[in-house]
């Protein structure tokens, strides 16, 4: 999945500022700084997002009104990276291999699930 950009309104507080995200209805966070503010919107995005089969398409910041003293910024997510941040548990995967490719791997003390892993990255051209 590619990145999107979901624009998002913030509210000055007496500390810190309150986050809306209005293409996500009910999707709500705080932070005591701006930049806090904007990394917990991020991962109140990604919160939000994880249990839909389907991203919602972000509107287009230019049609957002937005009253002062509240301000609108664009907050960017990325699917692939919130999961690897926050999805890491492992799956048992079965695969098979020739007998005499194992043989040669396990004598070199290979270890197959970093082999899969590498190679998996490197086919899908993840970091």
Known sequence: MKKLYYPAILHPEEVGYSVSVPDLDGCFTQG????EAVEMAEDAIGLF????????QPSDPRDIAVEKPDFLVVIPYDDLGYKRRHNTRAVKKTL????????????????????LQEGLKKRLNIE
Not at 98 to 103: I, M, S
């Open 49 to 56: 997002l994880d249990g839909l089969k389907a991203a919602p």
């Open 96 to 115: 098979t291999i020739p007998a005499w490719l194992n043989e040669a791997a396990e004598s070199e003390h290979i270890n197959f699930s970093g082999v």
């Open 32 to 35: 005591e700084t701006l930049a």
